[in-house]
């Protein structure tokens, strides 16, 4: 199956920066979702993104397909403590999820 | 969006025992739903694919007798951890499938398993 990877493992952000997370993959990928889920919680997702070379945009957050739909990434802008949390990035094969390793992100004050 | 909650949301038990989770879509028919694992500080893995009136579907390494999976309605599937050892301590999530969605799956709040 397809297999994605995810770096870095672990961020370590002060508040007020930026940081960006990474999937790629060694073969093309028909989506890439992104999710949150803080420690203790379950995963709440973000977005799906689909279409080669998309961009979208949540408030703080850019999401970005890349155009040979093979990457992705999460970038992050102004980092508060309420990002805190391990982000994964997955692909959706008919409902089945593969979960990218996550970025756990701390936040200094 | 959907709403999925599962029961319990912690269980503690003795080796050898068996356990039975439950997962529920509130608002939504399921015909499909998923069961993951996830281990502490890992990623998380899909178990099986849980078919409304049919048998699950189990991913390669999950040993089917161990991880009973029952999907008689539309809004209810069970996961059952069958004589219960401590390596299968772990958190278990479900999700709902809801295909051709701007949001495709919508995960249970998840079930903290502790085997001691």
């Known amino acids: 199956g397809q297999q994605v990877m995810q770096i870095p493992q672990y961020q370590h952000v002060q508040e007020g920066e930026d940081f960006t997370t990474y999937c790629n993959s060694s073969?093309?990928?028909?989506?890439i979702q992104w999710y949150k889920q803080r420690p203790g919680g379950h995963p709440v997702f973000l977005i799906q993104l689909v279409k080669s070379g998309e961009v979208k945009k949540q408030k703080r957050l850019t999401f970005q397909f890349g155009e040979a739909k093979k990457n992705s990434s999460l970038h992050i802008t102004a980092t508060q403590t309420t990002d805190v949390g391990t982000y994964f990035c997955a692909t959706d094969s008919w409902g089945k999820l593969q979960f990218g390793a996550g970025t756990q992100v701390v936040v200094t004050p | 969006g959907a709403v999925v909650s599962q029961h319990p949301s912690w269980v503690i038990c003795k080796s050898g025992t068996s356990v039975k989770i439950e997962c529920r879509s509130l608002d939504f028919q399921a015909t499909t739903m998923f069961w993951y694992r996830q281990f502490p500080k890992q990623s998380l893995m899909l178990m099986a694919t849980s078919n409304e009136g049919s048998k699950a579907t189990y991913e390669q390494g999950v040993e089917k007798d161990k991880f009973l999976i029952n999907h008689a309605s539309l809004t209810l599937s069970t996961l059952t951890v069958t004589s219960a050892h401590p390596e299968d301590s772990s958190f278990y999530i479900c999700s709902l499938y809801l295909q051709g969605s701007l949001q495709t799956q919508y995960f249970g709040p998840g079930t903290r398993l502790l085997v001691l």
């Open positions: 073969t093309t990928l028909s989506n």
